[in-house]
């Protein structure tokens, strides 16, 4: 029975619930079930496959190319840096046997773990703002959209949003506009990175600590490079004066001033 990829979604969420123990087993299994959108038997391997890939240990049933990537995404985005590695070492092991016993070559799956054995120097959040920066190529987003989409954005919006069947959430969405829109440079110094996959890395810092309650807006979001970054943090700063439109501080001594302007 071939599994739509509009239960992907459905089968990621009801096994971690099963993992975390908000749903029995046979509860998940149920519910994935339904009105027979699915054989008990793929239920019962979706859910069995996620606790394998987040604890790390060998699954031998194989999820289709698409709902693999899923759960590695969402896997990552959940439970970080070891809930990727858990998972790639779990592909790795199903990969072996699988090889081993049907003396074929998967190169889809392949192609999947060594897709994700390069991101773990990233963040969860840097890892899905790259992710939504693709898919705003892929839909062909202009600057002009994502200004107008920007001054729209209310705090009352959900946090998670869809993009072409995909959920993020919405502040790495109004990171990602906010680093579109800046060209990817430090608004410092102008350094621009280039990755060797050919896309560009910058970090964002926050003017006003998230711990405080700051915000991610346009007008608290500054694109700094990894030594700027890391200086804003940690050295002597002092906020002269912070708008909606420009923030002015000095910083060890030098003194800046900044637009904060999208338009």
């Known amino acids: 029975m071939k599994i739509p990829k509009e239960l992907t979604p459905l089968a990621y969420e009801l096994s971690k619930k099963v993992f975390e123990g908000k749903l029995t087993f046979k509860e998940g299994q149920e519910q ?69 016993i049907q003396q074929v070559n998967m190169k889809k799956m392949r192609s999947i773990y060594d897709k994700y054995f390069a991101i773990p120097l990233d963040t969860p959040d840097e890892h899905e703002q790259k992710e939504i920066i693709k898919e705003f190529k892929t839909q062909n987003k202009t600057k002009q959209d994502i200004i107008n989409e920007l001054k729209n954005l209310k705090p009352t919006d959900p946090e998670e949003v869809i993009i072409n069947s995909k959920s993020f959430k919405r502040d790495n969405r109004t990171v990602a506009q ?86």
């Open 32 to 100: 994935l079930v339904g009105d027979n959108r699915m054989n008990p038997n793929s239920a019962a391997d979706y859910i069995n496959n996620f606790r394998c890939m987040v604890e790390g240990r060998r699954f031998t049933r194989t999820n289709n190319a698409y709902s693999m990537e899923y759960f590695f995404d969402n896997i990552y985005k959940n439970y970080g840096s070891t809930g990727l590695s858990n998972a790639l070492t779990a592909l790795r092991l199903h990969i072996e046997y699988y090889e081993g």
């Open 178 to 263: 906010i680093k579109i829109l800046r060209d990817f440079k430090c608004q410092i110094c102008s350094t621009t990175i280039k990755k060797k996959d050919g896309t560009f890395y910058i970090e964002a810092a926050h003017i006003e600590p998230k711990h405080k309650k700051g915000r991610e807006t346009p007008d608290n979001i500054l694109l700094l490079c990894p030594n700027h970054h890391k200086e804003f943090d940690y050295g002597d700063r002092n906020i002269l004066l912070h708008d909606k439109e420009k923030v002015h501080f000095t910083l060890n001594g030098q003194e800046y001033k900044i637009s904060l302007k999208i338009d």
